[in-house]
């Protein structure tokens, strides 16, 4: 089991780096890493394999939307996992419709590194996923991925 709150450092180093880089954290990422959406209704690809794979989800998410804006909202212990809620928003580049969604995604980890994200379209599913109650009082929206 891992140190109470070192995986959270961890994954909040991430968020940190692509808060200001736009990019994952490639020290902080395992080899064998999953990019898994097969808990939202996403479309495309429910896997993506490794750090590349997942820049290549990043690139088309983000490259959908005008004016796109992410936000951490919390990090949830649950010893090798971490859930991360998330709220985004932008302008769809496809409709122009102005959307906000707020996502969970759940890190999980081995020996310090991440080697899965699991995306959830509502976050008190993904709390339950890792056996642990939804503390936040906003609500997931049923569509779209992150």
Same mark, same amino acid.
């Given at each position: 089991m891992a140190a109470l709150g070192r995986n959270v450092d961890?994954?909040?180093s991430?968020?940190?780096h692509f808060a200001a880089?736009?990019?994952?954290?490639?020290?902080?990422?395992?080899p064998e890493f999953v990019w898994d959406m097969s808990h939202t209704a996403w479309p495309e690809e429910q896997t993506y394999d490794g750090i590349e794979g997942a820049r290549?989800?990043?690139r088309r998410w983000t490259g959908s939307w005008d004016d796109w804006e992410f936000e951490l909202e919390s990090l949830h212990d649950a010893g090798?996992?971490?859930?991360?809620?998330?709220?985004?928003?932008?302008?769809s580049k496809a409709g122009g419709l102005r959307v906000g969604l707020t996502m969970a995604m759940v890190w999980t980890l081995r020996d310090g590194k991440e080697t899965?994200?699991?995306?959830?379209? &509502?976050?008190?599913? %993904?709390? !339950?996923?890792?056996?642990?109650? &939804?503390?936040s009082? %906003?609500? !997931?929206?049923?569509?779209?991925?992150?």
């Amino acid at each position: 089991m891992a140190a109470l709150g070192r995986n959270v450092d961890i994954v909040r180093s991430g968020f940190d780096h692509f808060a200001a880089t736009g990019d994952m954290l490639a020290d902080i990422v395992a080899p064998e890493f999953v990019w898994d959406m097969s808990h939202t209704a996403w479309p495309e690809e429910q896997t993506y394999d490794g750090i590349e794979g997942a820049r290549t989800f990043l690139r088309r998410w983000t490259g959908s939307w005008d004016d796109w804006e992410f936000e951490l909202e919390s990090l949830h212990d649950a010893g090798d996992q971490v859930v991360a809620i998330t709220r985004q928003s932008g302008r769809s580049k496809a409709g122009g419709l102005r959307v906000g969604l707020t996502m969970a995604m759940v890190w999980t980890l081995r020996d310090g590194k991440e080697t899965r994200m699991e995306m959830y379209a &509502d976050p008190a599913e %993904a709390m !339950g996923a890792v056996g642990l109650q &939804d503390t936040s009082s %906003a609500s !997931g929206s049923s569509s779209g991925p992150p």
